[in-house]
């Protein structure tokens, strides 16, 4: 397919939020969403934190009222976190925003990425290479799954301090603190339009930004949130597949509009391209059963 010129579209929120132990990640992320939706009830929350999220609702002070919430227990598994960020889609609708708190749980604990490479090794060093591809595949379906839903993501995230080992002034090797390092794998940061990382004392700044918080730093309210959304909507709407609520795509034959037009004249309602070819499918092999029934009536008939 040859190049055309690119349109700005509508987008959802794809923001992950890292900070250490008390520096208001879920609160955060609360009011995030809230300046999004301007609404409690779409808002969705997945606690790995043993029901801390829950100190959160109804508070006067903090201005928060009832939001959606699923605890999620151990075992913290890829496939867990791909069903319930499934069912919040489904429970606060494509304006409504799903909070995944936290994203760390699904890399290293119980039921994890992690643990899944060590199944795979099983105690043999052989395998090493085969079970970090296959970890490595289970990962990135994790991440990509969550990335395509179609309403808003927020998802936060474990810090850890990282070191390095660098010689002073006196050519001693000491250990240098980098940072704070998110709790997942690496570069995973990357993989999400906006990183905020939050400090102990609740200031905020942008490491990753594709909007317009590039120098922004502060303390994340539900403006923030609002400002956002404004930013966000200021494009055209993006086509969704009416089958799997999915963004349509253009392929190396066809344009988004001709796959739209295409499914609309065939099936009467807009598909991507992946439904259209099930569709497809379905209907010929229920055309060939069809055939053959009618073909095995005659038969019975003629004997």
Same mark, same amino acid.
């Given at each position: 397919?040859?190049?055309?010129?690119?349109?700005?579209?509508?987008?959802?929120?794809?923001?992950?939020?890292?900070?250490?132990?008390?520096?208001?990640?879920?609160?955060?992320?609360?009011?995030?969403?809230?300046?999004?939706?301007?609404?409690?009830?779409?808002?969705?929350?997945?606690?790995?934190?043993?029901?801390?999220?829950?100190?959160?609702?109804?508070?006067?002070?903090?201005?928060?009222?009832?939001?959606?919430?699923?605890?999620?227990?151990?075992?913290?598994?890829?496939?867990?976190?791909?069903?319930?960020?499934?069912?919040?889609?489904?429970?606060?609708?494509?304006?409504?925003?799903?909070?995944?708190?936290?994203?760390?749980?699904?890399?290293?604990?119980?039921?994890?990425?992690? /643990?899944?490479? +060590?199944?795979?090794? =099983?105690?043999?060093?052989?395998?090493?290479?085969?079970?970090? *591809?296959? $970890?490595? !595949?289970?990962?990135?379906?994790?991440?990509?799954?969550?990335?395509?839903?179609?309403?808003?993501?927020?998802?936060?995230?474990?810090?850890?301090?990282?070191?390095?080992?660098?010689?002073?002034?006196?050519?001693?090797?000491?250990?240098?603190?980098?940072?704070?390092?998110?709790?997942?794998? /690496?570069?995973? +940061?990357?993989?999400? =339009?906006?990183?905020?990382?939050?400090?102990?004392?609740?200031? *905020?700044? $942008?490491? !990753?930004?594709?909007?317009?918080?590039?120098?922004?730093?502060?303390?994340?309210?539900?403006?923030?949130?609002?400002?956002?959304?404004?930013?966000?909507?200021?494009?055209?709407?993006?086509?969704?597949?009416?089958?799997?609520?999915?963004?349509?795509?253009?392929?190396?034959?066809?344009?988004?509009?001709?796959?739209?037009?295409?499914?609309?004249?065939?099936?009467?309602?807009?598909?991507?391209?992946?439904?259209?070819?099930?569709?497809?499918?379905?209907?010929?092999?229920?055309?060939?059963?069809?055939?053959?029934?009618?073909?095995?009536?005659?038969?019975?008939?003629?004997?």
């Amino acid at each position: 397919m040859a190049f055309q010129k690119v349109t700005r579209e509508k987008s959802k929120l794809r923001l992950a939020l890292a900070g250490p132990s008390g520096a208001g990640k879920t609160l955060s992320a609360l009011l995030l969403a809230y300046g999004i939706t301007n609404d409690w009830s779409k808002i969705a929350l997945i606690d790995t934190e043993h029901g801390r999220a829950k100190f959160y609702a109804n508070r006067s002070d903090l201005k928060t009222g009832e939001f959606l919430y699923q605890e999620m227990s151990a075992p913290y598994s890829p496939d867990r976190y791909i069903t319930m960020v499934n069912e919040g889609v489904e429970a606060v609708g494509e304006d409504g925003v799903v909070i995944v708190d936290s994203f760390s749980h699904a890399w290293n604990n119980s039921g994890g990425v992690l /643990e899944i490479k +060590e199944k795979l090794e =099983d105690g043999n060093s052989k395998k090493t290479f085969f079970a970090l *591809a296959e $970890a490595g !595949k289970i990962q990135n379906n994790l991440v990509n799954s969550i990335l395509s839903v179609n309403c808003h993501t927020i998802v936060t995230m474990r810090t850890k301090m990282a070191y390095a080992i660098e010689q002073n002034e006196y050519g001693k090797n000491v250990p240098v603190k980098l940072g704070l390092e998110p709790v997942q794998r /690496e570069n995973t +940061e990357y993989e999400f =339009d906006i990183m905020l990382n939050i400090a102990r004392n609740h200031v *905020a700044s $942008a490491s !990753k930004d594709t909007t317009f918080l590039d120098t922004w730093s502060g303390v994340i309210t539900p403006e923030l949130g609002k400002s956002l959304k404004e930013w966000l909507d200021d494009g055209i709407e993006p086509e969704i597949c009416s089958v799997c609520k999915q963004k349509i795509l253009p392929t190396k034959q066809k344009t988004i509009q001709e796959i739209v037009d295409g499914s609309l004249k065939t099936y009467s309602k807009k598909m991507c391209w992946k439904c259209v070819m099930q569709e497809f499918k379905r209907r010929k092999e229920t055309e060939i059963s069809a055939t053959e029934g009618v073909s095995g009536n005659i038969g019975a008939e003629s004997s």
